[in-house]
């Protein structure tokens, strides 16, 4: 049981290149979401789907796409790759997205746009 | 709008003392807290949480958080502290109207000193 799985663990780009991150949990969840993670402000929500076929933007959902293309496998797309997105990307999901219960997050992608 | 504050960007403690790493809170309604744990190059991983219920909550290595409404506070505590828990703290709490959206503190970073 791997929990959340992401890749690549950490990317260069240079500015205006694309990537997908790629993300896979193994625990039937429903809810799935992408945060980014930068110094001094804590995770920021920007993208989440809450079951599989459905997407909604979060906080800072700008500069990104977002792919849920099985139950198990969410993806984060960069269509032109800015400088400001350089961040540390976290996956994670969530049984169902109810109150009580927790999120299980991936390892993270450090991404570094030059 | 929903929001948590961590004042303190860094704790220091010496191994053996008592810590506390401080949350306050902002919900019109009923909050649902969480505390998360991010040891170095590692994804978040859940501690503890208030849904409702006893005003102490128990989590994860021995750590507890007091939950105060009259404060609006969610402190996380632990009575004697390990040089091993020294990590970055994180506080959230869940949006009461989308429980998939979460709001996450700045992060505060714990350092226990042997």
């Known amino acids: 049981n791997a929990g959340v799985t992401q890749t690549p663990k950490f990317q260069v780009l240079k500015t205006g290149q694309s990537m997908t991150l790629q993300c896979a949990q193994d625990?039937?969840?429903?809810?799935m979401y992408w945060y980014r993670q930068d110094p001094g402000m804590g995770l920021r929500l920007i993208y989440y789907?809450?079951?599989?076929?459905?997407?909604d933007k979060g906080e800072v959902p700008n500069g990104y796409n977002v792919s849920r293309l099985n139950k198990r496998e969410f993806s984060l797309r960069l269509e032109s790759a800015a400088p400001s997105q350089t961040s540390v990307y976290f996956c994670a999901s969530s049984e169902s997205g109810v109150a009580w219960e927790t999120q299980y997050f991936g390892p993270g992608t450090r991404l570094l746009v030059l | 709008a929903q929001s948590v504050a961590q004042p303190e960007d860094q704790v220091k403690v010496a191994e053996g003392n008592p810590l506390t790493v401080k949350c306050t809170y902002s919900?019109?309604?009923?909050?649902?807290l969480f505390w998360y744990v991010q040891y170095p190059n590692r994804g978040l991983q859940f501690l503890l949480k208030?849904?409702?219920?006893?005003?102490l909550v128990k989590g994860s290595y021995g750590f507890e958080a007091e939950f105060n409404k009259s404060q609006t506070s969610f402190h996380l505590k632990k009575p004697s502290a390990l040089v091993s828990d020294s990590a970055l703290y994180f506080c959230a709490v869940r949006d009461i109207n989308n429980f998939n959206k979460f709001y996450f503190g700045s992060g505060t970073k714990l350092n226990v000193k042997p």
């Open positions: 625990m039937n969840h429903n809810s």
């Open positions: 919900v019109s309604g009923n909050p649902y």
């Open positions: 789907s809450a079951s599989e076929g459905t997407t």
């Open positions: 208030y849904i409702t219920g006893d005003n």
